[in-house]
């Protein structure tokens, strides 16, 4: 008896490890796949953009050089991909070649229908039976009378190393199926794809001239529109009453170091007013830093962390809690019958992040400490760090033009 419980407990050591390997190795065969399908799709992708962007050079030569001098009937008999991206790149590019087409009749080419160029004939006669597609059997379209198309387009997409490639011929559709133009157009697969529109077309370096110009014609001076709400935070004993909120009109200029701003300054002058409470103005400067990459974007929006400091100037009955000593309602109410308007000037240091999208339009938001005011008891203290005290919590709205 203890013999046989030995083995059985022997065979439930060796039984558990090995499970619990094979879970572990079905786990990792999963997550392979997993990435496997993951990476197979993204190339997918990049094949598919790579194709449009090879048929909108084609489309863009045949405007430029049109190979016909009149609208002429064409059918599009073939569309051939790399194996294994199947059926569907197949349609989606068949379908794209329509659709440029179509916005560009300068082309002359007119895509026609032919169900008998794509069928499959047969065709019997003394020597032999012959079975082909329509379109390499031009004779025996003529005698079905299916014929609506006077030439035939071809379009062939193949990868070759990391190039993909696009062979175009166009042949006419008479018995000695004479080839009456071909062209080849090749991208790199590194290459990202320029898709432009079907109804403007342009060619590779009209594009990127396009795209330089879009980034230049703004140029490294922009003048800004800025509207800031400015809240200060409560007292901690309550005892007081904190400013209220200030809201701010700012424009001034905006200096970038390079075109591609990565890092601009700018210097803005504002003013505030809500009548019976109070009015300011104030001088600001600041520097930005652009964190999302080395260059502007016209395509996804860029993120700034920027510092600066401000200089304020005051009055008004609202702006009595800018002071060391506690303001309270009674404060408030007395200055309002005895006509006294308080009148106060301070600085103050900033930090904040400014999301900007297309460089037209940007949301901020900043923390500020006012030093001459750190031991006010009218405020209290968003944010503490080092010994700082940030009592400001400010949001921005810019325009630029």
Same mark, same amino acid.
């Not at 449009?52 to 489309?59: C, G, P, S």
């Not at 049109?66 to 068949?94: H, I, K, W, Y």
């Not at 300011?280 to 974007?297: D, H, K, P, W, Y």
């Given at each position: 008896? !203890?013999?046989?419980?030995?083995?059985?407990?022997?065979?439930?050591?060796?039984?558990?490890?090995?499970?619990?390997?094979?879970?572990?190795?079905?786990?990792?065969?999963?997550?392979?796949? *997993?990435?496997?399908?993951? @990476?197979?799709?993204?190339?997918?992708?990049?094949?598919?953009?790579?194709?449009?962007?090879?048929?909108? /050079?084609?489309?863009? %030569?045949?405007?430029?050089?049109?190979?016909?001098?009149?609208?002429?009937?064409?059918?599009?008999?073939? *569309?051939?991909?790399?194996?294994?991206?199947?059926? =569907?790149?197949?349609?989606?590019?068949?379908?794209?070649?329509?659709?440029?087409? +179509?916005?560009?009749? #300068?082309?002359?080419?007119?895509?026609?229908?032919?169900? &008998?160029?794509?069928?499959?004939?047969?065709?019997?006669?003394?020597?032999?039976? *012959?079975?082909?597609?329509?379109?390499?059997?031009?004779?025996?379209? /003529? !005698?079905? %009378?299916?014929?609506?198309?006077?030439?035939?387009?071809?379009?062939?997409?193949?990868?070759?190393?990391?190039?993909?490639?696009?062979? @175009?011929?166009? &042949?006419?559709? #008479?018995?000695?199926?004479?080839?009456?133009?071909?062209?080849? *157009? @090749?991208?790199?697969?590194?290459?990202?794809?320029?898709?432009?529109?079907?109804?403007?077309? !342009?060619? @590779?370096?009209?594009?990127?001239?396009?795209?330089?110009?879009?980034?230049? %014609?703004? $140029?490294?001076?922009?003048?800004?529109?800025?509207?800031?709400?400015?809240?200060?935070?409560?007292?901690?004993?309550?005892? =007081?009453?904190?400013?209220?909120?200030?809201?701010?009109?700012?424009?001034?200029?905006?200096? %970038?170091?390079?075109?591609?701003?990565?890092?601009?300054?700018?210097? +803005?002058?504002?003013?505030?007013?809500?009548?019976?409470?109070?009015?300011?103005?104030?001088?600001? $400067?600041?520097?930005?830093? +652009?964190?999302?990459?080395?260059?502007?974007?016209?395509?996804?929006?860029?993120?700034? +962390?920027?510092?600066?400091?401000?200089?304020?100037?005051?009055?008004?009955?609202?702006?009595?809690?800018?002071?060391?000593?506690?303001?309270?309602?009674?404060?408030?109410?007395?200055?309002?019958? /005895?006509?006294?308007?308080?009148?106060?000037?301070?600085?103050?240091?900033?930090? =904040?992040?400014?999301?900007?999208?297309?460089?037209?339009? $940007?949301?901020?938001?900043?923390? /500020?400490?006012?030093?001459?005011?750190?031991?006010?008891?009218?405020?209290?203290?968003?944010?503490?760090?080092?010994?700082?005290?940030?009592?400001?919590?400010?949001?921005?709205?810019?325009?630029?033009?």
């Amino acid at each position: 008896m !203890k013999v046989l419980l030995a083995i059985l407990f022997a065979s439930l050591v060796l039984w558990a490890p090995t499970t619990a390997h094979a879970q572990a190795q079905a786990g990792l065969e999963e997550a392979q796949r *997993v990435e496997l399908e993951r @990476a197979r799709a993204e190339i997918a992708d990049q094949v598919h953009l790579s194709a449009y962007d090879l048929i909108d /050079e084609l489309v863009y %030569g045949l405007a430029e050089v049109p190979v016909f001098a009149s609208p002429t009937p064409v059918v599009l008999v073939s *569309v051939t991909v790399p194996v294994g991206l199947g059926t =569907g790149m197949q349609a989606l590019v068949e379908n794209h070649v329509a659709a440029v087409l +179509l916005e560009n009749p #300068t082309t002359n080419i007119q895509l026609v229908h032919c169900p &008998t160029c794509t069928a499959v004939v047969v065709h019997s006669g003394k020597e032999a039976t *012959v079975v082909t597609r329509g379109y390499d059997n031009p004779e025996v379209m /003529e !005698k079905l %009378g299916g014929t609506t198309g006077q030439h035939a387009l071809f379009i062939d997409v193949e990868a070759e190393g990391t190039w993909l490639v696009l062979r @175009a011929r166009m &042949t006419k559709l #008479t018995p000695d199926l004479p080839i009456v133009w071909s062209h080849t *157009v @090749a991208t790199s697969a590194s290459t990202p794809a320029l898709l432009r529109q079907p109804d403007d077309l !342009k060619s @590779a370096s009209e594009a990127r001239q396009a795209y330089l110009d879009a980034l230049h %014609g703004r $140029g490294p001076v922009a003048i800004p529109l800025r509207f800031a709400v400015r809240t200060y935070a409560a007292p901690f004993d309550q005892r =007081g009453n904190p400013p209220p909120p200030f809201i701010w009109l700012q424009t001034g200029v905006e200096l %970038g170091a390079t075109d591609a701003r990565a890092w601009t300054s700018s210097l +803005l002058v504002g003013y505030s007013f809500v009548p019976q409470a109070y009015q300011g103005i104030m001088a600001q $400067g600041r520097i930005s830093r +652009l964190l999302t990459g080395r260059t502007r974007s016209i395509t996804r929006p860029d993120l700034y +962390l920027f510092g600066g400091a401000t200089v304020m100037s005051v009055r008004g009955l609202a702006t009595g809690a800018f002071q060391d000593e506690i303001v309270n309602t009674d404060d408030i109410i007395t200055g309002l019958e /005895e006509d006294l308007e308080p009148r106060t000037s301070f600085g103050a240091l900033h930090v =904040g992040l400014d999301l900007r999208l297309g460089n037209r339009i $940007g949301f901020s938001t900043f923390l /500020e400490t006012m030093p001459s005011l750190r031991r006010s008891r009218n405020m209290g203290d968003y944010l503490f760090v080092a010994g700082v005290g940030f009592q400001t919590l400010g949001t921005e709205v810019t325009l630029w033009f």
